[in-house]
């Protein structure tokens, strides 16, 4: 696997293409969420910016399997704008050692189920070493209530409301605030066998060339 984080103006318009497409697919399609913005075949939303942060993770065919995207809280993001009567307890944290993880997508055709549950752990492996690395203290995210329980193994993690259930594909979703610590930099490692960092790579250039 190639995992790539780079800001959206360091990522070739090609590879951002493949990245709405594969979110719709994966969304959209066999999800079945209703994006109002997701539009031929892409989802792509108002918090797709330019200090959007993202996290690409590629094959050994250079084929985009799963994605990721970190959104500063002090500006407007998916939590804020969209899903505040989530976090009822104490409305939506905000602040610059805070971002929000969002678009959380691994595109389960591709891949087996242990590779899809171990792809799932590294891609927050890096999310969690990248925010350590800026100074980030907190990430928040609106997930699925089962992954949501999945994180508090991995995670310092509470809720910032109550789980609050979607018919698009009749799942709860919780919002919630977790800390991004070296003890679950470290318990990811163990979980994933790593001694050390993941390698972090560059948009590969066979993929890249490719016409979107």
């Given at each position: 696997?190639?995992?790539?984080?780079?800001?959206?103006?360091?990522?070739?318009?090609?590879?951002?293409?493949?990245?709405?497409?594969?979110?719709?697919?994966?969304?959209?399609?066999?999800?079945?969420?209703?994006?109002?913005?997701?539009?031929?075949?892409?989802?792509?939303?108002?918090?797709?910016?330019?200090?959007?942060?993202?996290?690409?993770?590629?094959?050994?065919?250079?084929?985009?399997?799963?994605?990721?995207?970190?959104?500063?809280?002090?500006?407007?993001?998916?939590?804020?704008?969209?899903?505040?009567?989530?976090?009822?307890?104490?409305?939506?944290?905000?602040?610059?050692?805070?971002?929000?993880?969002?678009?959380?997508?691994?595109?389960?055709?591709?891949?087996?189920?242990?590779?899809?549950?171990?792809?799932?752990?590294?891609?927050?492996?890096?999310?969690?070493?990248?925010?350590?690395?800026?100074?980030?203290k907190q990430l928040t995210?609106?997930?699925?209530?089962?992954?949501?329980?999945?994180?508090?193994?991995?995670?310092?993690?509470?809720?910032?409301?109550?789980?609050?259930?979607?018919?698009?594909?009749?799942?709860?979703?919780?919002?919630?605030?977790?800390?991004?610590?070296?003890?679950?930099?470290?318990?990811?490692?163990?979980?994933?066998?790593?001694?050390?960092?993941?390698?972090?790579?560059?948009?590969?250039?066979?993929?890249?060339?490719?016409?979107?």
């Open positions: 696997m190639y995992f790539v984080i780079k800001q959206a103006i360091e990522i070739p318009e090609a590879e951002l293409l493949k990245m709405y497409r594969m979110r719709y697919k994966v969304a959209v399609e066999q999800w079945g969420w209703n994006i109002p913005t997701a539009k031929k075949g892409l989802d792509k939303d108002q918090f797709d910016t330019r200090f959007t942060t993202y996290i690409l993770v590629y094959n050994l065919n250079s084929e985009m399997v799963a994605c990721g995207r970190l959104n500063p809280t002090v500006q407007p993001h998916l939590l804020s704008e969209i899903f505040p009567h989530q976090c009822e307890f104490s409305g939506v944290p905000k602040g610059k050692s805070i971002h929000e993880f969002s678009r959380f997508i691994v595109d389960a055709s591709k891949l087996t189920h242990s590779q899809q549950v171990r792809l799932y752990l590294l891609v927050c492996l890096v999310a969690t070493e990248y925010a350590i690395s800026i100074g980030l995210w609106l997930t699925n209530k089962s992954k949501y329980i999945k994180s508090i193994v991995v995670w310092k993690t509470r809720p910032l409301g109550l789980p609050q259930h979607y018919p698009d594909d009749d799942a709860e979703y919780i919002a919630a605030i977790m800390d991004t610590t070296n003890e679950a930099v470290r318990r990811l490692r163990r979980f994933c066998k790593l001694e050390g960092p993941i390698p972090l790579s560059d948009i590969p250039i066979c993929d890249s060339a490719q016409a979107a």
